[in-house]
């Protein structure tokens, strides 16, 4: 008789993934004290990077999370023109932006060496594509602007503490200061200077999309890979986050995630506000 093959480690991730993506992009995560050293498992530092995506102004402290929810986003579509709510005043020529305008499915697809995706998901200003199969592999887009950049960074440091990036308190602090400000320029400048050599991750700064951009790819060594492409344009933060199998290296999850950049840099309106 045939046995029933125990689930890989791989696989009992999934669940991990799929319902702490979900979460994370619905709830602000504090700074947290970083990681204190770099060799961090490889199965909890996969489930502690997905806990970093796009967020909104942190949740008053006696304010209980509210619970997380996803709904399919329609198909990519130029962002329309939007009157603006009474009382509210909104700049000339500002436009409500889908984030599921700044990447298309069949582009996430080719990220992805063809994968089949699942409808797209918006979350916490992200469009959210994943592959059907497991759900491990991911792709998402993101564009924040103005009051909605706000405090963005308190999960990315999060996240790079689980990459193998150590910062101190006195920088944490520092880097509050700015989020809390919109200083974006500031933390990039400083994130990518403290990876530079970093031997737990590849780390690279970019002439462009923006004013500044910052690309990382990390190997957990189980399978699992992750990049992310963060770029600052004046008050706006936008990038691009890829979980991936050991199929794609470094190289090609490089040109692939800098292309996609690229496309999504120049559907970002100059002015507008999540829809």
């Known amino acids: 008789m045939n046995q029933k093959q125990s689930k890989s480690p791989l696989f009992t991730l999934t669940a991990i993934l799929a319902a702490l993506w979900l979460l994370s992009v619905a709830c602000n995560l504090p700074l947290m004290q970083p990681v204190a050293s770099a060799n961090v498992a490889p199965e909890t ?34 962002p ?62 993101y564009a924040l602007q103005g009051q909605a950049a706000l405090n963005f960074w308190s999960g990315r440091v999060f996240q790079l503490s689980a990459f193998g990036l150590v910062i101190d308190q006195p920088t944490l602090e ?36 923006g004013e500044i951009a910052w690309w990382v790819w990390k190997d957990f060594s189980n399978g699992v890979r992750q990049d992310l492409l963060i770029w600052v344009t004046g008050n706006t ?9 050991d199929n794609i290296d470094e190289a090609t999850a490089f040109e692939r995630v800098s292309q996609a950049a690229n496309n999504i840099a120049g559907r970002i309106p100059p002015v507008f506000h999540l829809k």
């Open 45 to 78: 530092a996969v489930a502690l990077t997905v806990a970093a995506m796009p967020t909104r102004t942190p949740l008053p402290a006696t304010q209980a999370p509210p619970a997380a929810t996803a709904t399919q986003a329609p198909p990519p579509a130029t």
């Open 80 to 141: 329309t023109l939007v009157p603006p709510l009474a009382g509210t005043p909104v700049a000339q020529g500002e436009v409500a932006l889908d984030p599921c305008s700044l990447l298309a499915p069949e582009e996430a697809a080719a990220i992805l060496s063809g994968e089949t995706l699942k409808a797209p998901q918006v979350n916490g200003g992200s469009c959210i594509y994943t592959e059907a199969s497991q759900g491990v592999h991911v792709v998402s887009a």
């Open 174 to 209: 520092q880097i509050k200061v700015w989020d809390a400000a919109g200083d974006h320029k500031s933390i990039l400048i400083k994130l990518s200077g403290m990876s530079a050599g970093n031997p737990a991750f590849v780390s690279r700064t970019l002439e462009g999309p």
């Open 237 to 245: 933060v936008a990038g691009i986050d890829l979980v991936h199998g």
